[in-house]
Every structure is written in structure tokens, then in C-alpha cells.
């Protein structure tokens, strides 16, 4: 049995820091360790006193590098890797030009493997252990992904992504196939290992009412299966939607009719909403995904943080490779930040942090395993040199308290503020 300390500044939370004051939620032990054994956290606590109840633990000495959970981005499309800062489109151009040529070539399975490949070792370097991702409509595209996090022991949910209209000959299915087709990949990965599966609509526009309805009967047979699909990002999108669904009451009642909300529901974006779909987002316990890069980038609008913490919703952080203009949680909270401030609500720290980590865990089901630092959790862990570059450590400098230091790793951060990264205990970076 080995076991290994980490030292550094441990970041812990006592609860959500929206919900109560930041002092309250969260602490920073500038002298804390993390006891890991067997792959699962096995202790958090005071760094000399663990070294002395544990004299045999391999020690990893952080010095003052941040140490907090890995994080966890709630919504990306990994075959979108080799596409990310593509110039000048908004949503229904960005798919057409550039997200669905790139998405043809997924059928081949070579292709499918080095992108999932060249992607899980670019978001390890940005710190980023678990991810939620769609694949293509191509079940090798699901296949390479989750072999290649399966090899490298991460916690990953993804799926097939599902079209059966709107999109070009060669990335479309059929209702039946994208239900059979989904159904035999989670029956292949679900639940093995540290892999879950996604039910994956793209989006109302590129399904059929019929496709719906068969990916909402699979999802209500399979319900420990998460769902994820995108919701109201842009105008024209919303307008697309009510043209395509004359009977339906907004764009969330597409899915809502066909079972497709409810907990384990991850909606993207989910910008422009009607009072009745926030309503019905909340009651039925699904998660919103905040992708600020993305909407920035892509020119979406601005998701109301405050707003929909105030009412109650559970949100994730995302970055939404490659719609989203960064592979770093980092780069991600910066925008997260941005974007509350033109909504006059800049958002802390410890709330961003808390978004990027236990947050986007509890909008997968996920927050049992990982997303906080406590025994029992899985020891996906990371340190965050907080002073990585000149630029960081000279405004570090001048810091009045940790916050502040923590504040300008994530605004100037990048990966190479990224000092380790532990998967399952294992060091990797
Ligand atoms: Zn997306």
C-alpha cells in the first residue's frame, strides 16, 4: 500500500461560495497536504501533523503552489481540437464551415484516435481531468475517446453525438441508428471504470421530433446515463427552433416533451431563456453549462450567472472546445470573470474556482468522486504554481492575500502555471 502526501496550499470548500460568504466557504491551508492512498484521497489536513502519523508516504513537496481538485469542464467537443480559433463565423456558419468538414473526417478511426489522443495530453497539460464531450455521429469517434481516457485512467462522460437533419450527407443518422447505434456504445462503456455515458442530441435543429423521442426513451431506460445536448445560444438559432417546432412551447419544451430534462441533463449554453424554461430547468433538476469563451468568441451573449445562482440552478464551467477559443479552465474562469463584469457582477475567486471544480461535478452527478479534496474522493488533484511567469509573480508580489495571488493565476495564468497533475493518484504532469 503507498501512500503519498502532497504539500502545498490546499484549497478545501466548506460549502457553495454563492450561496454563503466566500470566508465561510472556502479556506487555503498555506501549510496543508493531501494524504492519498489506493488512488482515493485518504486525508486533508495540516501538513507536519500528516507527515507524522504517515512517516512512510512518499512526499511531494509543492511549496506554495495551490493545491486543489483537477478540473472539470462540463461541456466540449474533443473532435473539435484541430479547428479551435477558426476566424469570423457565428453558430449556424461555424458549424457549417468549420465544425461539420472536421467532424467527416471521424470516420475514420486512425483520425478519431490521435485527435482523442492529442487532445486528453493538451487539457492534461491545462490541468483538466474530467471532461464531458461530444463525439460525432461516428461510434469509433466514441470508441477512441473513451479507449484513450480508459488507458490513461481519467474520469470521462461523452456520446455520440446524434443528427438525422440539418446536416451535410456523410454526418447524418437516422432515429433508429442514432438510438441502436447509442444504445450499444453504453451498454459497451457505461459504468466501466471511470467511464459515463452521455446521450447526445447535438441540437433540436439537427434532430428529428422522432430522433428526440427515441434518445428519450433510451435515456429513461438508462437514467445513471447523463445527457447532454445545447440550448438557446443564439438568436437565430432560437428563431431556427420555433420554425422547426411550430407546436412546442419554447426551445427547452423540444426536449422536455420527449423526456430529455431532468438531473443528469447538461444544457450548453442555455443564454436567451424564457421564464418558463428557467422555471422548468430548475424544477427538474438539470444542470446549465456556462461556455464564456465560447459565447464571447462566437458572438452568443452573456450568460446570467448571478441570476440563475440566485434562483437556484446548478452550473457548470465549460470551455467548449473549439467554439470556445481556450483548452484552460484557467483561460475559461478569466472569461467566466469578464463576462460578469459586463453583467455588473464580477464574480470571486473561490467562486470561480468552486465553478471549474465541485461545480461542474455536481451538473455531471459526478461530485461523490470528484471536484473537492475529502477522504474518499478520487485523488485527481493538481498544483498551481502561482508564480509561473514574471508577469504573475511580480503582481503575486504585491498581493495583499492568497485571493489575490490565486486571482491573477487565473486571469494571467496558462499552462505553465500548471506545476503537477495527479490521475487516480498517479502523477502524469
Ligand atoms: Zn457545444
Known sequence: MTERLICGQVLRFAGDPFALPVAEAATIDSAG??????????????????????????????????????FVDAHVHYPQTAIIASWGKRLIDWLNSYTFPEEMRFAD??????????????????????????CTIHPASVEAFFAEAERRGQRVAGGKTCMDRNAPDGLRDTAQSAHDDSKALLEAWHGRGRITYAVTPRFSPTSSPEQLEALGALWAEHPDTLMQTHLSEQLDEIAWVRDLYPETRDYLDTYEQFGLIGPGALFGH???LEEREKDRLRESGSALVHCPTSN???????????????????????????????????????????????????????????????????????????????????ADIIALDLASTPAIAQRAARAEDVWEQVFATIMLGDDRAVAAVWIGGEKRR
Open 109 to 134: 478511426p486512425a483520425y478519431a484516435a490521435e485527435t482523442a489522443a492529442r487532445y486528453l495530453d493538451l487539457t492534461l497539460a491545462e490541468g483538466t481531468t474530467t471532461m464531458c464531450s461530444y
Open 270 to 272: 442555455a443564454i436567451h
Open 296 to 378: 464571447t468568441f462566437i458572438g452568443s451573449g452573456l450568460f446570467d450567472m448571478a441570476g440563475l445562482k440566485t434562483a437556484g440552478h446548478t452550473i457548470g464551467l465549460a470551455t467548449d472546445t473549439g467554439g470556445g477559443s481556450s483548452f484552460s479552465m484557467l483561460r475559461t474562469m478569466a472569461a467566466a470573470y469578464e463576462v460578469g463584469q459586463l453583467r455588473g457582477t464580477p464574480l470571486h475567486a473561490a467562486q470561480l474556482l468552486w465553478l471549474a471544480t465541485e461545480s461542474s461535478a455536481r451538473a455531471m452527478r459526478m461530485d461523490d468522486r470528484i471536484g473537492a479534496l475529502r477522504p474518499g474522493m478520487e
Open 33 to 70: 497536504a493531501v494524504l492519498v492512498r489506493d488512488g482515493l484521497v485518504a486525508g486533508v489536513g495540516n501538513a507536519a501533523a500528516l507527515k507524522a502519523a504517515h512517516p512512510q508516504a512518499e512526499v511531494s513537496e509543492m511549496g506554495e503552489a495551490l493545491i486543489l481538485p483537477g
